[in-house]
Antibody
């Protein structure tokens, strides 16, 4: 069974940093591209970032480019999102998601999400 | 960036009735469209990919159609567990992968 379990969310002040993790199990992690998607309170789903199966290619939404860094440790089956210079508008539930393949297609599995609150 | 527009924002439907949700792309995305169901406090769930292919385990009452810029998700006979928010997403032209703003299906 595919499982994606996010952690690392919490309360952070504007301008602060946070590192999210996503522990993957039930599939060959190193064979799939991965994504982060977020949902701000009362809003819809918003794409954040993607990383290739081997970690050599990364992509970011314009809203987080230069502030967020996606990475992965295939030996530990874990996806990361390092978030810096956090803004109030970054407050959201952050979902880890698996692409359906090593390439970039649709998302076939999602985690339950971790809440990031940005407030002073 | 491809903009995805869903309509209506909210759909009020009685159990057992048919629900039709629309999704429009700002430019042609061929059939590179997925639909997701999202309930509060839960992980989103893949329903449809390739515009019309049901994902594993998805009931036959869910169907998708369309290509190019116009797409439809139909729920033939709404069950109580189907009341949720539904999102379309394009994966034809990236980055970014883009989502529609969602359609909330609520009980009438």
């Amino acid at each position: 069974e595919v499982q994606l379990v996010e952690s690392g969310g919490g309360l952070v002040q504007p301008g602060g940093s946070l590192r999210l993790s996503c522990a993957a199990s039930g599939f060959t992690f190193s064979s799939y591209a991965m994504h982060w998607v977020r949902q701000a309170p009362g809003k819809g789903l918003e794409y954040v970032s993607s990383i290739s199966f081997d970690g050599t290619s990364t992509y970011y939404a314009d809203s987080v480019k230069g502030r967020f860094t996606i990475s992965r440790d295939n030996s530990k089956h874990t996806l990361f999102l390092q978030m810096a210079s956090l803004r109030v508008e970054d407050m959201a539930v952050y979902y880890c998601a698996r692409d359906r393949s090593y390439g970039y297609e649709w998302i076939d599995y999602w985690g339950q999400g971790t809440l990031v609150t940005v407030s002073s | 960036e491809i903009v995805m527009t869903q309509s209506p924002a909210t759909l009020s439907v009685s159990p057992g009735e048919r629900a039709t949700l629309s999704c429009r792309a700002s430019q042609s995305i061929s059939s590179d469209l997925a639909w997701y169901q999202h309930k509060p406090g839960q992980a989103p769930r893949l329903l449809i990919y390739g515009a019309s292919t049901r994902a594993t385990g998805i009931p036959a009452r869910f169907s998708g159609s369309g290509s190019g810029t116009e797409f439809t998700l139909t729920i033939s006979s709404l069950q109580s567990e189907d009341f949720a928010v539904y999102y379309c997403q394009q994966y034809n032209n990236w980055p970014p992968w883009t989502f529609g703003q969602g359609t909330k299906v609520e009980i009438k």
